[in-house]
């Protein structure tokens, strides 16, 4: 089976921990973390993991099982490419006095819809979100100037589904909860 | 002074808020309360510094949770591994920080492959101490981390009794599993209102998977159209006290059953359906007919290498209907046609209910034909040698045949495990214990203590080789200290004897480090006041193992056998089951 770029989501209680117990998932499997986000999600005290790897499907299907497999993870799912919209953002440090060399900087940041966070007259920082791919081309052309601090954020997703998938989960284990308490 | 623990008198006495219910106490006597409103009443351990405070609770409370003192952390665990084993209740395993702590590790990873129930309660240094290398500081929440099923550091009072409530919960709940719960000094000295609520459900965590009812029918279909059916018997059914579930489907499916290491006493042995057992050192019939049959019927096991052999030649042929209580088992290693996730104490009788009465004559006939291969190939030859040493087997043949099944069998890893467990007949569930997917050596003799510390009133049987007993021999002072009644079967062949076999076998007799210099095993028994006896020709063998049984207390019997003996039938690695070895 060919290897794939998949995101994987997660969504657990805020556990101390639960990020390791996570991680060694994959080392233990000798897999890769490309990219790797942790945040709390929309509903509150629940935290969402976004992992993104190169792997075989059946593979990321019996790691997602064993994610889900953690007592505090609420659950978890896979997406290839199509099925998400995702979002990195990259930190850019240029010295200012070669910018101000450049005859294209005006063009450069309009071209890559960057932005300019702060200016000193030592260095400027220049800020972009997009693709890895995009974010990768505005580094090779700032590096014409030297850049001197460069630093990406893992990667971020959003389903093209219209709701989040873990709310059927949190509705479900609700309804089981009350079934206990009144058995 | 009166030190009984009466909080569940009290706080019934009592209505209003938990506050009201609740008693003023020290973490260390919250930590033995706990465990008395888990029912535990007996524990074991090891002290130490970091644990000392829970320690002396113990010591206060000594009448009403009773505590094991072992010789080595290592055979703590394994006695409470034993425990759980042959009761189905949490075992409980206690160690003070750093080198106690890790020494628990080997035990905590063989509950954890062999989906024990335990609480492991480790003492930490101060939480002012932690991450500054305090004197036998170490991180143990993050090294059981890939071995335990849940794991917590407790560093105030407060968290103790949801934390246990939690911890036995999660132990014994769904695929069971080990936990461990680390607490700081700080935590089991200081002073907090202990109130304890049990544990019932979180909300991130199902153990136990609604049954589908498609999935259901798609299995009775399968079962119900099959040719040549062949049910796998696994652990799951000991763990989900289906035994009686099991019996009613293969009785009216007409089904044959093979189990697994582990699923050993799910069922007689002498029961018609009964075919023997999976694996690289299973029988013969189940091993071949798994690539023969038509439709597969995986009940609570888990397609381990050592019974699946070479997966792309692993029933190919067959349909499989896969009845499983964890999800991540579905498809891991052997794809399943019909998953069937839930308890199989749930799922059996549904099957049961809508199967029908079938009886496949034919079929049980190709079972005994290679049964009857199999016993003039290897059996007969191990019952009954015409060599003068003596053989595992027919130790194991004799140890039976007085028991009449009834013991429990506890078996350490190697040659001596696996002939045991091809030879033991077993007529209760539960009576099977062994390290079968970590393969610990070192097991059998502190789980043997466990395990009749659990059962007094059955008879237990420690079999175990040379190499593995001497891993875990000073558990022979646990027997003489806290008068444990285990008999000990050594059947020594003075080599690390299956590592030999493989050695002879597959790398042209060169016997790298597997010859043992071995010690006066009986003098080292007469050492720890346990009665003993030596035995090297086979007209001794049968008196001897009546004076064994005839013994009130622990026995010690040392079986002299045959140096060179290797065991068959064997899956060579990478061999499908259907290429079983009958002989060299």
Redo the contacts between chains.
């Keep these: 089976m060919e290897q794939k770029e998949f995101t994987i989501t997660a969504f657990?209680?805020n556990h101390?921990?639960l990020l390791?117990?996570i991680t060694?998932i994959f080392t233990?499997r000798h897999i890769n973390i490309e990219s790797l986000t942790v945040s709390g999600s929309s509903i509150p005290g629940i935290h969402k993991f976004t992992i993104v790897v190169r792997e075989t499907q059946e593979k990321v299907?019996?790691v997602i099982?064993?994610i889900?497999?953690q007592?505090?993870?609420?659950k978890a799912f896979y997406h290839p490419e199509e099925e998400i919209i995702h979002q990195e953002i990259a930190l850019y440090k240029v010295p200012t006095e070669k910018l101000l060399d450049s005859t294209d900087l005006e063009k450069t940041i309009r071209e890559h819809n960057a932005r300019i966070l702060e200016v000193t007259k030592d260095y400027t920082v220049i800020e972009k979100t997009g693709h890895k791919e995009e974010t990768s081309r505005l580094f090779e052309k700032l590096n014409n100037f030297g850049v001197l601090q460069f630093t990406r954020s893992g990667r971020i997703a959003i389903t093209k589904l219209n709701k989040e998938l873990l709310t059927d989960y949190?509705r479900e284990?609700?309804e089981?909860?009350q079934e206990?308490?009144i058995n | 002074m009166d030190n009984s623990i009466k909080v569940s008198s009290t706080t019934t006495s009592l209505n209003g808020n938990e506050k009201a219910r609740s008693v003023k106490m020290t973490g260390a006597d919250a930590v033995i309360h706990c465990l008395k409103n888990e029912d535990v009443n007996l524990v074991f351990g090891y002290p130490g510094g970091a644990i000392m405070p829970i320690y002396d609770s113990l010591h206060k409370y000594q009448d009403e949770v009773r505590h094991i003192l072992t010789r080595h952390e290592q055979g703590a665990i394994h006695a409470a591994q034993g425990l759980a084993r042959v009761t189905g209740k949490v075992g409980v395993v206690m160690a003070t920080s750093g080198p106690g702590a890790t020494n628990l590790i080997t035990g905590i990873a063989d509950a954890m492959i062999d989906s024990t129930p335990l609480v492991c309660v480790t003492g930490q240094v101060g939480s002012h101490l932690l991450g500054t290398d305090a004197f036998q500081e170490t991180d143990v929440v993050g090294i059981s981390m890939p071995v335990t099923k849940w794991n917590y550091q407790i560093t105030s009072p407060e968290e103790i009794p949801d934390a246990f409530a939690k911890a036995f919960y999660i132990a014994r709940s769904g695929r069971p599993g080990p936990v461990v719960l680390d607490i700081t000094k700080n935590a089991q000295f200081a002073e907090f209102d202990y109130y304890y609520k049990p544990c019932k459900h979180i909300r991130s965590y199902l153990p136990s998977p609604k049954i589908d009812q498609t999935r259901i029918e798609e299995a009775v279909e399968l079962i119900n159209n099959a040719k040549k059916p062949l049910a796998l018997v696994g652990q799951g059914v000991i763990l989900g006290s289906a035994e009686q579930e099991l019996l009613n489907f293969l009785e009216k499916t007409g089904i044959p059953a093979a189990w697994t290491l582990l699923g050993l006493s799910a069922m007689p042995t002498d029961h018609p359906n009964n075919v023997g057992m999976l694996g690289m050192h299973g029988n013969y019939g189940p091993n071949i007919k798994t690539n023969e049959c038509d439709v597969l019927i995986a009940i609570g096991m888990r397609f381990d290498d050592r019974v699946t052999g070479a997966l792309d030649k692993y029933a190919k042929q067959a349909k499989i209907i896969h009845l499983e209580l964890d999800p991540a088992e579905i498809n891991k290693n052997v794809y399943a046609h019909v998953p069937v996730l839930g308890n199989v104490k749930e799922s059996l009788p549904m099957l049961t209910a809508k199967a029908q009465q079938k009886s496949y004559d034919a079929w049980f006939n190709e079972f005994k034909e290679a049964d009857k291969i199999e016993f003039e190939k290897v059996i007969d030859r191990e019952m009954h040698p015409v060599k003068e040493g003596l053989t595992m087997a027919e130790t194991i043949d004799i140890l039976n045949k007085k028991t009449g099944g009834d013991a429990i069998i506890v078996t350490d890893v190697g040659q001596h495990q696996m002939v045991a467990s091809r030879y033991a007949r077993f007529v209760k569930s539960r009576s099977n214990v062994t390290s079968g997917g970590l393969g610990t050596m070192g097991f059998a003799l502190p789980a043997a203590i466990g395990a009749k510390l659990g059962q007094p009133d059955r008879e237990v049987i420690c079999v175990v080789g040379d190499g593995g007993l001497q891993m875990t021999i000073q558990e022979l002072g646990t027997i003489l200290q806290s008068e444990v009644g285990v008999k000990i079967v050594l059947l020594n062949n003075s080599f690390l004897g299956m590592v030999r076999q493989w050695q002879e076998l597959f790398f042209d007799s060169r016997y790298a480090q597997t010859i043992m210099a071995n010690p006066d095993f009986i003098k080292i028994a007469e050492g720890f006041g346990i009665k003993s006896k030596k035995v090297l020709h086979r007209p001794e063998l049968s008196t001897a193992i009546d004076e064994m049984y005839a013994h009130k207390g622990a026995y010690f019997l040392e079986v002299v056998v045959e140096k060179e003996d290797n065991v068959f039938p064997m899956i060579p690695t990478g061999a499908a089951v259907s290429d079983i070895l009958l002989g060299k």
């Design positions: 657990s209680e101390i921990g390791n117990r060694i233990r299907e019996k099982k064993q889900e497999k007592v505090e993870v609420l949190l284990a609700d089981l909860k206990i308490s």
